[in-house]
């Protein structure tokens, strides 16, 4: 099962010049519990990964890459078909890039829509339309944020 997660904006932003521009500790709880399921295998952009500052503990981490690099405790993915082939069950983590490229392939949809606008220039592809609401938790407000976890099936 392809699954990607991330929080957004009310306009889908995941990102302003480069990084999250919004502190949510418990997402970023929800976020280590829920990619640490299922095999705990990850995939993201090298650009996004490169943020992380370090492999994420307790995951099997791939990061992919159209350069022939060599990333400490990854392992770099040229060909996302061949990827996704083989593996049943991975967590698309990010950034826009590699959502637009598996976005049509996902099963499942981990988001987390914040109630603020960011001035975001990085964004999650449209998805309403090809995936339905199948979870939703009451909204929760931290850090002056409201948000609320929900999970989306294909259609």
Excluded at 10 to 23: E, F, L, N, V, Y
Excluded at 83 to 96: C, D, L, M, P, R
Aim: proline fraction near 4%.
């Amino acid at each position: 099962m392809i699954r990607l997660i991330a929080a957004i904006d009310q306009q889908r932003g995941i990102a302003k010049h480069g990084c999250i521009p919004w502190s949510i500790p418990s997402d970023e709880h929800f976020f280590t519990s829920e990619t640490k399921k299922y095999g705990g295998v990850t995939l993201t952009g090298r650009v996004t990964f490169d943020t992380f500052k370090r492999p994420l503990v307790d995951r099997q981490n791939f990061v992919l890459s159209r350069q022939q690099l060599s990333t400490q405790g990854a392992e770099i993915v040229h060909d996302i078909d061949d990827f996704i082939t083989n593996h049943s069950e991975v967590w698309i983590i990010g950034g826009a890039e590699v959502f637009a490229q598996t976005i049509q392939r996902a099963d499942e949809l981990y988001l987390t829509p914040i109630d603020a606008t960011f001035g975001c220039d990085r964004f999650f592809p449209e998805y309403q339309d090809q995936f339905k609401l199948v979870s939703q938790s009451p909204a929760q407000e931290e850090n002056g944020f409201r948000f609320r976890y929900e999970i989306w099936r294909r259609k």
